[in-house]
């Protein structure tokens, strides 16, 4: 059964960048046809969609925060990350990771979720 | 201000019928796009519900039943439950921004 496991600091001061790992268990990032993705929710709010990265390194990205997002893999960890620069308090949030299938997310929505993780974003 | 837009809160007695829409516009749902549901329990992540329109993945009680037309999409659930009481989600593709998107939320109550 597939699991992802995301983690990283839960405390980063404003203007700093924020990184966060997600950990697959029971299956290969490398298997075609699967994104990774990173979805985040400020608490109290909903759902916003940050970026997804392919295996081989392609990456599609949320426009209003692709100039602060960084995304990255390492096949042999099975490891996915998450840089988000120029942190805010407006970046706290629980961060969490997804799979999905296409590049567009429109085949089984995002299956399976990570637990999340909670970052605070204060000095 | 989501693409998709979802009423913030809807309510059932135990046993009744709700239904959850999810609006949207000419760049997301009615662009053709599929949409997706996801449930989220008090304290936990997001969980797939309903895939590409009204696709159940196993495990999911028949009792959750989605929709699509023109520009919007429903959720719907018959013979409501107390462990139905959570927040649920839409989500789709937006051409315009190029991006994947959700609804607000929907917080279901059930009385």
């Known amino acids: 059964q597939l699991q992802l496991q995301e983690s990283g600091p839960g405390l980063v001061k404003p203007s700093e960048t924020l990184s966060l790992t997600c950990t697959v268990s029971?299956?290969?990032?490398?298997?075609?046809?699967?994104?990774w993705g990173w979805i985040r929710q400020p608490p109290g709010k909903g759902l916003e969609w940050i970026g997804s990265?392919?295996?081989?390194?392609?990456?599609n990205d949320n426009p209003p925060l692709k100039s602060r997002v960084t995304m990255s893999v390492d096949t042999s960890k099975n490891q996915v990350y998450l840089k988000l620069s120029s942190v805010t308090a407006a970046d706290t949030a629980v961060y969490y990771c997804?799979?999905?299938?296409?590049?567009?997310?429109?085949?089984?929505?995002?299956?399976?979720w990570g637990q999340g993780t909670l970052v605070t974003v204060s000095s | 201000q989501s693409e998709l837009t979802q009423p913030p809160s809807v309510s059932g007695a135990p046993g009744q019928r709700v239904t959850i829409s999810c609006t949207g516009s000419?760049?997301?749902?009615?662009?053709?796009?599929?949409v997706h549901w996801y449930q989220q329990l008090p304290g936990t992540a997001p969980k797939l519900l309903i895939y590409?329109?009204?696709n159940r993945p196993s495990g999911v009680p028949d009792r959750f039943s989605g929709s699509k037309s023109g520009t919007s999409a429903s959720l719907a659930i018959t013979g409501l439950q107390a462990e139905d009481e959570a927040d649920y989600y839409c989500?789709?593709?937006?051409?315009?921004?190029?991006?994947?998107?959700f609804g607000g939320g929907t917080k279901l109550t059930v009385l």
């Open positions: 590409r329109n009204s």
């Open positions: 990265i392919y295996y081989s390194g392609n990456t």
């Open positions: 997804a799979r999905h299938e296409g590049r567009r997310a429109l085949v089984r929505g995002f299956d399976p």
């Open positions: 029971g299956g290969s990032i490398s298997s075609s046809s699967y994104y």
């Open positions: 000419s760049s997301n749902i009615g662009a053709g796009y599929d």
């Open positions: 989500q789709s593709y937006d051409s315009g921004l190029s991006a994947s998107v």
